[in-house]
């Protein structure tokens, strides 16, 4: 499939992998007209997470769940009813734009949308005014994440994006989200499913804490440096497992037995091993303590959910094709965004794929504009 990265047209490389990839041919032709259809705009001309102002997003088309699904219970925010599919992402001003999209991406697939509730993790709680404006009919929550929290615990990184605070509050979702919810799952804020996330929400996990795409094929040493395996207290935490990289982007977690488990502490316990003499024991922000405390154990979901890299790597950014296979799920992780991409006139064949969900833009001519 290397061609198809070689296409000079990016909009021609949608179209060839809407051919090729059996999940992406459920992708109705009709759902790819309505998301650029849009009822009006919504504008933010205020002061929003320090500093930005005259953000616009176009708002997003109405919702139904099908006949088979049941009426759905509106936009009241109960996120205890236990038919719910309850995702959780993260709101902030550099990736608002993607995560808008992530939005947009599973509700336009999900067969029952008005049965899934999300959790917005942000650090400026006025970003929910915003989302209930470009999605009326949504239902979620919002939770401030402080970032206090966990800044005395971030190590500095490859890419700087990757030492936010809001970057680590996947490690407290069992402490933030209501006790009565008992599985999440967690998306990254640049990504978009091309399938019914309610397939994803009912991975077994056969008693594990977390599931996900898993690559044993992957260089899991390089992730933790030479005083982690020359020391036996640090390499000796792998013993009696067969560890494997997965990425934290996309993941269905037990809530109920990382509670149970105290997980969250034992995170911060291997981020404070990282800040103290004699130096750090990994690399990269937020994904080695994951792989500490449960590679080895973690429920393998298939590929297809997570196809992900496509941001290319974390300095260049450079463009990739997709892995073989299925895809239920594109994921830019890495340092290339698509929104970045396509706002500078330089897209990469595949951010064609992510466009269709893409809400912002400024108000025009004619279109509706709301304040908060």
């Not at 790819?32 to 997003?60: C, E, H, L, N, T």
């Not at 006790?179 to 996330?197: A, G, W």
């Not at 977690?253 to 800040?275: F, H, P, S, V």
Request: net charge positive.
């Amino acid at each position: 499939m290397l061609w198809v990265a070689r296409m000079s047209s990016f909009f021609s490389a949608a179209m060839v992998m809407v051919v090729l990839s059996p999940s992406l041919q459920s992708f109705p032709p009709a759902e790819a007209i309505r998301s650029s259809q849009f009822d009006g705009s919504v504008r933010f001309p205020g002061q929003i997470a320090g500093g930005a102002r005259g953000i616009a997003f176009r708002r997003a088309p109405p919702f139904r769940n099908a006949a088979d699904c049941g009426a759905g219970n509106g936009t009241a925010a109960n996120a205890c009813d236990p038919s719910l599919v309850h995702i959780a992402i993260t709101l902030d001003e550099e990736y608002l734009r993607g995560s808008v999209a992530a939005v947009h991406s599973v509700v336009q697939h999900a067969r029952c949308p008005e049965s899934v509730f999300f959790h917005f993790l942000v650090s400026d709680p006025g970003l929910g005014d915003l989302v209930r404006a470009v999605f009326p009919q949504l239902r979620f929550k919002v939770y401030y994440f402080d970032p206090d929290r966990v800044r005395g615990l971030i190590s500095t990184s490859v890419r700087q994006a990757l030492e936010q605070p809001l970057n680590y509050a996947r490690n407290y979702l069992a402490d933030l989200l209501e006790p009565c919810v008992r599985r999440v799952i967690y998306l990254d804020s640049d990504l978009v499913l091309v399938d019914d996330v309610a397939k994803l929400w009912r991975t077994d996990l056969g008693g594990r804490t977390v599931g996900a795409p898993e690559y044993c094929h992957a260089n899991f040493t390089k992730y933790f440096t030479a005083r982690f395996w020359s020391e036996q207290r640090f390499a000796g935490t792998f013993a009696g497992r067969r560890p494997c990289y997965f990425n934290t982007g996309v993941m269905v977690l037990d809530l109920e037995r990382w509670r149970q488990a105290g997980y969250t502490q034992r995170i911060e316990r291997w981020m404070e091993i990282q800040k103290s003499p004699p130096g750090r024991i990994y690399e990269l922000g937020s994904l080695p303590p994951f792989l500490l405390v449960f590679a080895g154990h973690v429920a393998p979901i298939e590929h297809r959910w997570n196809q992900h890299g496509l941001g290319g790597d974390n300095v260049v950014g450079s463009c990739r094709d997709l892995h073989p296979g299925p895809v239920s799920l594109l994921h830019w992780s890495g340092s290339g965004k698509p929104w970045a991409r396509l706002g500078a006139g330089r897209p990469c064949p595949l951010d064609a794929l992510w466009a269709p969900f893409d809400l912002y833009g400024p108000a025009g001519a004619g279109a509706a504009e709301e304040s908060r």
